[in-house]
Nanobody
Framework: VQLQASGGGLVQAGGSLRLSCAAS????????MAWFRQAPGKEREFVAA????????YYADSVKGRFTISRDNAKNTVYLQTDSLKPEDTAVYYC?????????????????????WGQGTLVTVSS
């Protein structure tokens, strides 16, 4: 599956951005999806995941209550609504497609379980 992320930009602390990830190729609706991020000099970290049907979600503690992951299978798109942004949210955000249809609980946070990645979209939060 090919993934194209968009929606990043420069925003002040407390602001919001809506990231989008458009998929093509493999049947999008069959697989859970996730967002990861990577700040300069740091390892890639899990942000949020959503089941293939959208009914189950999982968030990193650092974004819980501020970010919302959703998907529209008719549009082959997954979204990440980011609210109450903080300077520490500054990173390149990547969308990724899980390697199987099933939900894997806390293993959804493991980058190794994702077999397709988008190119990333930069989010910069100024203080």
């Amino acid at each position: 599956v090919q993934l194209q992320a968009s929606g990043g930009g420069l925003v002040q602390a407390g602001g919001s951005l809506r990231l989008s990830c458009a998929a093509s190729g493999r049947t999008f609706s069959n697989y859970p999806m996730a967002w990861f991020r990577q700040a300069p000099g740091k390892e890639r970290e899990f942000v949020a995941a959503i089941s293939w049907g959208g009914g189950v979600t999982y968030y990193a503690d650092s974004v819980k209550g501020r970010f919302t992951i959703s998907r529209d299978n008719a549009k082959n798109t997954v979204y990440l609504q980011t609210d109450s942004l903080k300077p520490e949210d500054t990173a390149v955000y990547y969308c990724a497609s899980f390697d199987s249809r099933g939900w894997a609980g806390t293993l959804m946070a493991s980058p190794a379980r994702y077999d397709s990645w988008g190119q990333g979209t930069l989010v910069t939060v100024s203080s």
